[in-house]
Nanobody, 126 residues
Framework: QVQLVESGGGLVQAGESLRLSCEAS????????MAWFRQNPGKEREFVAA????????YYADSVKGRFAISRDNTKNTVYLQMNSLKPEDTAVYFC???????????????????WGQGTQVTVSS
């Protein structure tokens, strides 16, 4: 059973930065991609960013492009999300997700991912 453990959330002011980390505790048979999603109470889960595990190609939601950066460390089975110029609307619980199997393209839909972390709260005050 793969366990994903997120860390790095917290309370910051608008304009500040945070770095989230997500480590897969057990190396699954394969990793195709890892991603970050976020969700607020009563709202749908929202895609934030994803990274291809093999070649490191990255994908972003328009709302975070240019401010957030996703990266990975293959040796540590860890994915990171560097969040800069944070805005109050970035406030949410952030979840990391792992997709084990290949796809035509790195997916942005949550149902395409096999394993999920428990989430870490990010709060941005104005």
């Amino acid at each position: 059973q793969v366990q994903l453990v997120e860390s790095g959330g917290g309370l910051v002011q608008a304009g500040e930065s945070l770095r989230l980390s997500c480590e897969a505790s057990l190396r699954p048979f394969s990793i195709y991609a890892m991603a970050w999603f976020r969700q607020n109470p009563g709202k749908e889960r929202e895609f934030v960013a994803a990274i291809s595990w093999s070649d490191g190609n990255t994908y972003y939601a328009d709302s975070v492009k240019g401010r957030f950066a996703i990266s990975r460390d293959n040796t540590k089975n860890t994915v990171y999300l560097q969040m800069n110029s944070l805005k109050p609307e970035d406030t949410a619980v952030y979840f990391c997700a792992l997709r084990r199997w290949n796809a035509q393209t790195v997916p942005r839909a949550g149902y395409e991912y096999n394993d999920w972390g428990q989430g870490t709260q990010v709060t941005v005050s104005s």
